[in-house]
């Protein structure tokens, strides 16, 4: 994989998830203003009934979905007391460590979410509410965005170790990297 190879695939994978981030962004939209209408419903004696539900389904499935464009675009929140007094390549070697810590957790939670999704599918459970919300149909979703953060997160790490393998510290620093409240400020 060439240089060029590596950005276009960041590149790539970037465009993608801001696209997801969009069509998230309007679901919890469409969301907050189904809430907001069963506000003014309840005000006037009326109720949709189940937006509380509905709305914790939506934030899950949502904050699932979202995690793979935040890891892009450096959101996670990182400790970086040692990080900060090495050189490029001590940096990006901290770097390299913590996103393969990250990746590791997040490939394990997607594997762990997938028997409770099993489960459900395997019983036909619904939910203990008076809607009834057959789970399955929220759990594949938030499965599904687990995993998508988890292929996201391996692609990021090759892509910054084939980078440091090419002493492209700059750039893997760029890709995975934290930046410090000094580094926000200029």
Same mark, same amino acid.
């Given at each position: 994989?060439?240089?060029?190879? @590596?950005?276009?695939?960041?590149?790539?994978?970037?465009?993608?998830?801001?696209?997801? &981030?969009?069509?998230?962004?309007? +679901?919890?939209?469409?969301?907050?203003?189904?809430?907001?209408?069963?506000?003014?419903?309840?005000?006037?004696?009326?109720?949709?009934?189940?937006?509380?539900?509905?709305?914790?389904? +939506?934030? &899950?499935?949502?904050?699932?979905?979202?995690?793979?464009?935040?890891?892009?675009?450096?959101?996670?929140?990182?400790?970086?007391?040692?990080?900060?007094?090495?050189?490029?390549?001590?940096?990006?070697?901290?770097?390299?460590?913590?996103?393969?810590?990250?990746?590791?957790?997040?490939?394990?939670?997607?594997?762990?979410?997938?028997?409770?999704? @099993?489960?459900?599918?395997?019983?036909?459970?619904?939910?203990?509410?008076?809607? @009834?919300?057959?789970?399955?149909?929220?759990?594949?979703? !938030?499965?599904?965005?687990?995993? !998508?953060?988890? +292929?996201?997160?391996?692609?990021?790490?090759?892509?910054? &170790?084939?980078?440091?393998?090419?002493?492209?510290?700059?750039?893997?620093?760029?890709?995975?990297?934290?930046?410090? @409240?000094?580094?926000?400020?200029?």
């Amino acid at each position: 994989m060439t240089d060029l190879m @590596e950005d276009k695939l960041l590149h790539n994978l970037r465009r993608l998830n801001h696209g997801i &981030a969009l069509a998230t962004g309007a +679901v919890l939209m469409v969301c907050a203003l189904i809430v907001l209408a069963d506000i003014v419903l309840r005000q006037m004696g009326s109720s949709f009934g189940g937006t509380d539900e509905i709305s914790g389904y +939506v934030m &899950a499935i949502a904050t699932s979905w979202g995690m793979a464009f935040t890891l892009l675009e450096l959101g996670h929140v990182r400790i970086d007391i040692l990080r900060g007094r090495f050189n490029d390549g001590g940096r990006a070697l901290f770097d390299l460590f913590a996103m393969l810590m990250l990746t590791g957790t997040v490939t394990l939670i997607a594997y762990k979410c997938w028997p409770v999704v @099993e489960r459900s599918l395997a019983n036909s459970s619904r939910a203990n509410t008076p809607l @009834e919300t057959p789970l399955a149909w929220v759990q594949i979703p !938030w499965f599904a965005g687990w995993v !998508w953060f988890a +292929v996201m997160a391996w692609l990021t790490f090759v892509v910054a &170790a084939m980078m440091i393998l090419k002493g492209r510290f700059k750039e893997a620093e760029a890709t995975i990297g934290c930046f410090g @409240e000094e580094d926000l400020i200029k």
